[in-house]
């Protein structure tokens, strides 16, 4: 079932959001070249104890860490390691969330370490972006899951990829209802298959994670002996950007987003509902 919200449950989830935005503006900042993936964990802890929030990724079914950290091939669930440093030319997916109040805030980016990347990366990045807020922008009152899953697969079909070919949208994972667990129903697929019909009708209240993952290839995964790192399984790199939004009387809320998504969705028209926490 699917757990709707009151707009005084949005708003701690607001508060949770908040603290998953601080802590990707600090990662973002770390994501330098020479810097392990265990330090931005460190980075991560940090935040959490200043807002006095806790992890919700640490101990997840056993996942060692505070924050997924995704380098190049690997589309999600990288864990944090000193082994692995990044440098110049990386590209490195950011996926953390936070609890406060029993309730859940999950968002992810995707980070260029120093400089010199390709153009197909570069764009690779911003239509995965891209298709998230297009999802975004379909989580309107009347409207189905199945919608929101059309707007991004649509998104990213129209966008012509460098070089030719299409993009993968990676079949094996997606986005989510969010709430008193990070994991809840429904589950959203970034792409329209028919045979799961159209899914609930989107009401006040109702809050997911849209989390588009895109490689420059396959669309397909293999997971590693870790029992967690995702890779593409023909080595092409990925890109993976989600946000954790709140839909309401008045429109959608974008709970991870520091301005609540309100400069994005107005590139599609939309306008987003006030700020519970101002």
């Known amino acids: 079932m699917v757990q709707i919200k009151t707009p005084e449950q949005i708003a701690r989830m ?46 997840y079914g056993g996942f060692p860490a505070t924050i997924c950290t995704s380098v190049n091939d690997v589309v999600v669930h990288g864990i944090p390691s000193e082994d692995v440093v990044l440098k110049d030319g990386d590209i490195i997916s950011i996926d953390c969330g ?28 911003r239509v995965t972006e891209g298709s998230m807020w297009a999802g975004i922008a379909a989580m309107k009152l009347g409207n189905r899951l199945v919608d929101i899953s059309r707007a991004i697969e649509t998104y990213i079909r129209r966008q012509p990829k460098p070089g030719g070919g299409r993009y993968g949208i ?3 994972y997606g986005g989510h209802g969010i709430g008193t667990e990070m994991h809840m129903d429904p589950h959203l697929l970034n792409y329209v298959e ?14 997911l994670a849209i989390e588009p993952m895109v490689s420059l290839g396959t669309p397909r995964t293999e997971v590693l002996e870790d029992d967690w790192t995702v890779i593409t399984t023909d080595g092409t790199w990925s890109s993976h950007w989600e946000h954790s939004v709140a839909l309401t009387e008045e429109g959608p809320l974008v709970l991870t987003a520091v301005d609540g998504g309100k400069a994005k969705l107005a590139e599609f028209g939309v306008t987003t509902a006030p700020d519970p926490l101002g």
């Open 170 to 172: 990676i079949e094996d």
């Open 14 to 59: 607001r508060a949770a959001g908040l603290v998953v935005a601080a802590i990707h503006a600090a990662t973002r900042e770390a994501a330098v070249p020479g810097a392990s993936t265990k330090d931005l964990d460190e980075v991560a802890r940090k935040v959490l104890a200043e807002h006095g929030a806790k992890s919700n990724f640490l101990g």
């Open 194 to 207: 028919r045979r799961r019909g159209k899914g609930p009708k989107l009401v006040p209240g109702f809050c």
């Open 98 to 125: 936070a609890i406060v109040d029993g309730w859940h805030g999950d968002a992810a980016y995707t980070a260029f370490v120093g400089s010199g990347h390709a153009p197909e990366l570069v764009e690779l990045s």
